[in-house]
């Protein structure tokens, strides 16, 4: 079966500070790995996806197969980035579904 | 930039009652999708669509459930006797070939 796990359902860090959203999954087979963000009042949309390598207003996430983990990161937490992260699992070479972790509310204090 | 369009954003009803939650998705999409998120809880996969067809559903995409493409730009996901557990909100999301999903604003169901 495919699992996300979202340990924290609610982060709170300092302006400035790194931040690091936990994300782990359980799947058989390879997955593709997504971060979706939710800032308030506005759709889901997305942050990163794994295989794109890319960073995206300073976060960046590294799949862990070892670990099975793809844990977002952001050295300096600005105020804009508050708002609700959920991290996906989408099985390779199947269907298009994604599955969600619970999501972590994230917010920066000034 | 084009997006995900959903109506109504609220939607009242009764249980027992059926309900039609429409949804345009971004217009060379060929995959579409509907989830809910119960309040409170995960965001939940119900079904993709694609080719006419339905591609996959999950567990609770059950007999009460089902979903159209009515004409060249509308994806409906109908509720034939709505029950007060549909109470949740339900998202419509599009893909191409690039896989990234866009999703919608939501329609936020309510039965009573």
């Known amino acids: 079966a495919q699992r996300v796990t979202q340990p924290e359902k609610l982060l709170s860090v300092f302006k400035g500070a790194p931040v690091e959203l936990k994300c782990n999954y359980s799947?058989?087979?390879?997955?593709?790995l997504f971060w979706y963000v939710q800032y308030s009042r506005q759709r889901l949309q997305l942050l990163l996806r794994h295989i794109s390598r890319e960073s995206i207003k300073g976060f960046t996430a590294d799949l862990n197969k070892g670990e099975t983990s793809f844990h977002l990161k952001k050295p300096f937490a600005q105020e804009e980035d508050s708002a609700m992260y959920y991290c996906?699992?989408?099985?390779?070479?199947?269907?298009?579904?994604?599955?969600f972790g619970q999501g972590t509310r994230l917010t920066i204090n000034p | 930039e084009p997006e995900v369009t959903q109506t109504p954003s609220h939607q009242v009803t009764q249980m027992g009652q059926e309900v039609i939650l429409r949804c345009v998705p971004i217009?060379?999409?060929?995959?579409f999708y509907w989830y809910r998120q119960i309040l409170g809880q995960k965001v939940e996969f119900l079904v993709s669509?694609?080719?006419?067809?339905?591609?996959?559903k999950s567990e609770i995409f059950d007999d009460q459930f089902s979903v159209e493409r009515p004409d060249g730009s509308n994806f409906t996901l109908k509720i034939r006797s709505t029950k007060l557990e549909d109470s949740a909100m339900y998202f419509c999301?599009?893909?191409?070939?690039?896989?990234?999903?866009?999703f919608g604003p939501g329609t936020r169901l309510t039965v009573t």
């Open positions: 217009s060379n999409h060929l995959y």
């Open positions: 669509f694609y080719n006419n067809e339905i591609s996959e």
């Open positions: 999301a599009s893909s191409g070939q690039g896989n990234e999903q866009y």
């Open positions: 996906a699992l989408k099985p390779l070479l199947r269907a298009q579904k994604l599955v």
């Open positions: 799947y058989s087979g390879s997955p593709e």
